[in-house]
């Protein structure tokens, strides 16, 4: 039987509370993901620590970081590891040295359970991509090969472009669009129903 995802765009995100190590700070906290009310969370499920594939995705998200930071959003990577095993993995992975953002402990595997993130076959978190805008609501879900590296630049884009449609709200007959393919720096499209029906 296919499995069926335990959250869905539009519907609010599972609040949860877990230990995560801040490499930064060189700390191990408790947070909760209520605690980032107004702010975009991306999280970033990867199967496990000291992984090959995994250590890219952290790297990739490195590279971004910044550009998230800088657009009010949160990066939380998530796995079945502990926040001891992330601290060990920060301090001695060429690639995953560089992270700055907090690494959860989901070792309950609660989180992964609740967002239908795990893999029952593995106990292992399957990899993939979860944008929370502001307000708690869920924007965006992908799930991956687990030999597939995640694409960051395209994760971005979309954030970008999921916070330009937040920040310019539709109404029934009069909303903004954003065209296949479309990157940040884009323009969106205008449209007002019923006028522009079968314009495009």
Known sequence: MRERMAIEVGAPAPDFTAKAYFPAENQVKTIKL??????????????????????????????????????????????????????????????????????????SKTISSAYGFLNTATGMTKRGTVIINPDGIVEYIAVFNDRLGKDVPHIYNAFINLKYLYEHPATPTEFDIVAANKGEGHKTIHIRIPDDIGKL
């Open 34 to 107: 209520s605690d980032y009310k107004g702010k975009w969370v991306i999280l970033t499920f990867h199967p496990g620590d000291f992984t090959f594939v995994c250590a890219t995705d952290l790297e990739a998200f490195q590279a971004y970081y910044d550009k998230f930071k800088a657009n009010n959003a949160e990066v939380l990577a998530i796995s079945t590891d502990s926040v001891y095993s992330h601290k060990v993995w920060v301090e001695t992975s060429p690639r995953v040295k560089g992270v700055k953002f907090p690494l959860v402990d989901d070792i």
